[in-house]
C-alpha cells in the first residue's frame, strides 16, 4: 500500500502495489502542491493543515484537563464543606 500523506492507492482485485499510485491519487498530490506552492486558494496548505490537527488535538486535551479539574474541585468543595462562588477569582 502506498501512502503520501493520508492517501494509498487500492489495485484492482484489492492487491495494493506500492509502486502504482492511481490517477486520482496523482491529481490530489498535484493539487496538494499548487496549493503549498501559493498557486491554489482552494484549499489549505500541508503546514495549515498540520497546524489545524495539532490545534483541536490541543483543544480537545484541554477540555479533558478542564473536566477533571472540574471534578475534582467539586470533589473537595464536597470533602471540606464548602463551595466557593461564581464571582470567586481563583
Known amino acids: 500500500m502506498t501512502h503520501f500523506r ?3 492507492s487500492p489495485k484492482e482485485g484489492g492487491v495494493h502495489d506500492a509502486e ?5 491519487t496523482i491529481r490530489n498530490w498535484l493539487a496538494q502542491a499548487d496549493r503549498d506552492a501559493g498557486q491554489r ?3 489549505l496548505t500541508t ?5 489545524l490537527r495539532r490545534l483541536r488535538r490541543e483543544n480537545r486535551t484541554l477540555r479533558e484537563e478542564r473536566e477533571i479539574l472540574k471534578k475534582a474541585a467539586a470533589w473537595f468543595a ?6 466557593p462562588s461564581k464571582d470567586s477569582s481563583s
Not at 503546514?47 to 497546524?51: A, G, H, I, S
Not at 464536597?78 to 463551595?83: A, L, N
Open 6 to 8: 493520508g492517501h494509498c
Open 41 to 43: 486558494p482552494d484549499g
Open 20 to 24: 502504482e499510485p492511481t490517477a486520482q
Open 78 to 83: 464536597k470533602e471540606t464543606g464548602s463551595i
Open 47 to 51: 503546514d495549515q493543515r498540520e497546524e
